[in-house]
């Protein structure tokens, strides 16, 4: 008899009381807009800043509506203008080259290794003949790179690096969060990231002219002075004027529903590692299933698994994906010709100049992945990797 699994793995993790209470509090102020014409006291927004900014060990922390917004906000407060190239690894989600077309910079496409991080060789390789000054690091999946070879070649060529965090909420290198290894960090608190606002994005920084103009370019209305993890007011001096509204800063009742969920950070990080290692453990028993290697310097916070289904055709894996999905258990598939929901890779990216990635795209062409809810038990851990295992059993010859 086939299993199923009885649950719908795009439920979220619903925020806690706390925050239910906290935004209840707020509706009924009516005061939803960051900021205070007559001053920011109480101001939620200010002091998720200020929470976020010593939980990350960061001088600086912005607040805004969206995690695509702090990835387009971080390269243009760091310097990225029209035309200019920007390094990016090839295995990313499309906001983060939507980023770099909306500033009308060049994206430079790396090739990945497979570990779904990108390659350092061929990184140093493009660093060379490019002479791009930035990079956007996208953890992508939750998989992090040897963040200390990338920073050896940044170091080496001058190039800045801005870190796309929106899967690495609470990760490390060598005991060093993501978000820290640059000149700026870029998370997310949509829905099926670790903290759940339905849409909300954060910057850190230490440099205090990229958070001066990223608090400005926010849209803080000359109001800047309600953010307290934010630099001098000579910083905001140097700028005022030169950077326009962009309009892209954090609702205070995101904030006011973020900031309880902070303290569950590691709690929800351990339960998802436990959840993924589970289906993981028993994904690797198919000869057919090989999963992404994690060295041991790589703390991961996996909200979802990636495998890759080797030595079979793409009509093949489709087939076992309509399968699974029949039995409850959605499969996404890079490989694929169209994107489908929260998957794409370069060729679907139309908007940016081709560029040649046949490693990437051999890797990518049988990547499949499986959102994992934070509420799944152990039981429904091992009916979803035993639906992956039936389906593709039920399809080889």
């Known amino acids: 008899m086939r299993h199923k699994l009885e649950i719908d793995l795009a439920t979220p993790e619903a925020p806690p009381k706390a925050s239910v209470e906290a935004a209840v509090k707020l509706l009924e102020s009516g005061y939803l807009f960051r900021y205070g014409e007559m001053g920011g006291e109480g101001n939620e927004a200010a002091l998720l800043e200020e929470e976020f900014a010593a939980l990350l060990g960061s001088k600086y922390c912005i607040g ?33 080259p939507g980023a770099l077309e909306h500033l009308g910079a060049e ?15 061929d ?22 790179a040897d963040m200390d ?3 050896e070649i940044c170091d080496e060529f001058g190039i800045k690096m801005i870190e796309d ?8 290198w060598n005991g060093k969060q993501t978000g820290r290894f640059g000149v700026a960090g870029a998370f997310s608190s949509q829905s099926y990231k670790q903290f759940n606002t339905g849409e909300g994005g954060l910057i850190v920084t230490d440099d205090e002219d990229l958070a001066a103009r990223a608090i400005l370019m926010s849209g803080s209305y000359m109001l800047y002075a309600q953010h307290s993890a934010a630099p001098s007011e000579a910083v905001f001096d140097r700028w005022k004027g030169t950077c326009a509204n962009h309009s892209m800063r954090m609702s205070a009742l995101v904030a006011a529903i973020l900031r309880p969920q902070l303290q ?7 339960r998802w590692r436990k959840i993924h290692d589970r289906v993981a453990s028993r994904l690797r028993t198919h000869q057919l299933l090989r999963l992404p290697d994690r060295p041991e310097a790589e703390d991961y916070t996996p909200t979802s698994i990636q495998f890759f289904m080797e030595g079979l055709t793409n009509s093949q894996i489709e087939s076992i994906i309509a399968d699974s999905t029949a039995h409850g258990v959605p499969v996404k598939f890079f490989g694929g010709s169209t994107p489908q929901g929260f998957t794409s890779r370069s060729p679907h990216w139309q908007y940016l100049p081709a560029q040649d990635l046949p ?19 152990n039981a429904q851990a091992d009916t979803l990797a035993e639906v992956v ?9």
Do not use: W
Request: glycine share 6%; proline share 3%; net charge neutral.
């Open 64 to 96: 805004v509506n969206s995690g695509g917004s702090a990835i387009f906000l971080a390269l243009k407060a760091a310097g990225v203008e029209r035309g200019d190239k920007v390094l990016l690894n090839a295995f990313t989600l499309a906001p983060v």
């Open 107 to 121: 994206a430079v496409l790396v090739e990945i290794d497979q570990r779904l991080v990108v390659d350092i060789d």
């Open 123 to 144: 990184l140093r390789i493009k660093a060379k003949a490019s002479g791009a000054k930035y990079l956007l690091m996208s953890h992508m999946r939750g998989h992090v």
């Open 149 to 151: 070879a990338v920073s």
């Open 165 to 172: 965090c929106a899967h690495t909420m609470g990760a490390t």
């Open 264 to 270: 569950l950070l590691n709690e929800r990080n351990a």
């Open 359 to 377: 490693r990437s795209e051999a890797i990518l062409s049988t990547l499949c992945d499986i959102r994992l809810p934070l509420g799944l038990t």
């Open 389 to 397: 295992i039936e389906s593709l059993n039920e399809a080889l010859p």
